[in-house]
């Protein structure tokens, strides 16, 4: 099928019609995996689930020492630059060895105690034994979805992406059948195996064009640059899912252990839309912004980004919202018709979110750190903060509806330090 021409001239279209189309197939499996997993694991389980997953993110940003944003960025700045690219690799490849060894040794021999953190048992220090083995293959992907990412090869991403998904999903039904609940946190334990796997028998040639693995030194030169980026992704990746945990916990503590299972079944739905937004930010919009400097420019490419993304969201959220009850049926076995009404405030959140998330891209391409730690924390207070509030009067919706304020709160504050932000560009420009 031929695709249209207004969407061949518009690069972000063409990114956008391709990942969409990787996504949905993608979400029909997701929803068929899920739906067998609901049926032979309980709520509890699933929740149990969702702190694998929450750990699995968080080690993905500490064994590589966050850099993942950094190689985009100069990935990106430098693809004709051999030279600093190969300071960038060898920059990264210290990094990542330092933060898989620093990690590895920490979870494996503290195994007992996040066993007991993250599952309240001692049963599945296994799990937490073969997650730390695995680290290696984590920092891994993370850097080389990086250089991908860095040179806008989305089709070779999005193959990649449905590839290594349709593997580790074929992965989680044969071990569900096997070991159910046991079976399931092994297959997300070996998902980045699959991941690299699938990434060097796609990819391997566009890797050797510009990392020399051979020229690889135990040298640093670029360690400055990109301890920016380690200290950003510890403040978004690393605390905004230990807030999920903390936030999880405390539904099941003030709650019930059932309704944690609710709203980590909510978090997975909306988070499988969201990927369709956090593909773009990587793979068209900080590589966009990051050759940006002046305020005209910026709001031009931003107001281009807006008018593409947020109608098509929109629509894709209403669709959401109106098929919601269709949606939980053939997503989720079981009564799962609570989450029914949480799904309001949650996509207007998500909504606010994006737009929100598409502005803050500045902060990383321009490696505005403390404007970045500034909002990432104001976020996840006001978040785990309003929770904590509104769950004592509301229930688990209460969750829903803080998620909606703090992005509106998130949002405005953005906005207003991106506009300092030019105003400071636009003096120092005057004074010279």
Known sequence: MKIPKFIRQNLLLKMTSLNAATIVIRLVVTFFVNREITDVISKGG???????????????????????????????????????????????????????????????????????????????????????????FISIQRVFSG???????????????????????????????????????????????????????LVVKILREYVQFSQLKWQAPLAKSLFAFTIMSFFSTLLLNQVEIEIRNMIENKISEDEAGIWTGLMFISKNYMVFSNALLTLYVLPKFSGIYNKPDFMKELGSIYKTLLPLFAVGMFLVYLFRDVAIDLVFKGDYSAMSPLFRWQLLGDFI?????LLASQFIAKKMVYNFIFTEVLSLALFYGFAYYFVDIYGIEGVTIAHFLRYIIYFIVVFVLILRYFKKQNKKAQLK
């Open 147 to 201: 250089v991908i990412n860095g040179l806008s090869e989305y089709k070779s991403f999005a193959k990649i992406e449905l590839v290594a998904y349709l593997v580790s999903a074929a992965l989680t039904i044969v071990f569900l059948f096997y070991k159910e609940l046991d079976g399931v946190l092994i297959s997300i334990a070996l998902a980045p195996v699959v991941q690299v796997l699938v990434m060097m028998f």
């Open 353 to 357: 979110r994006l737009a929100a998330i």
């Open 46 to 136: 699933y929740a149990k689930i969702g702190n694998l997953r929450n750990l699995i993110a968080q080690l993905t940003s500490f064994t590589s020492l966050g850099v993942f944003n950094g190689v985009v960025k100069y990935v990106a700045e430098h693809k004709e630059n051999k030279e600093q690219l190969q300071k960038l690799f060898s920059t990264t490849f210290v990094f990542t060895t330092l933060g898989s060894i620093i990690t590895f040794v920490a979870l494996f021999f503290g195994a007992s105690f996040f066993s007991e953190y993250y599952f309240n048992s001692s049963d599945f220090v296994y799990i937490i034994k073969l997650t730390a083995i695995v680290i290696p």
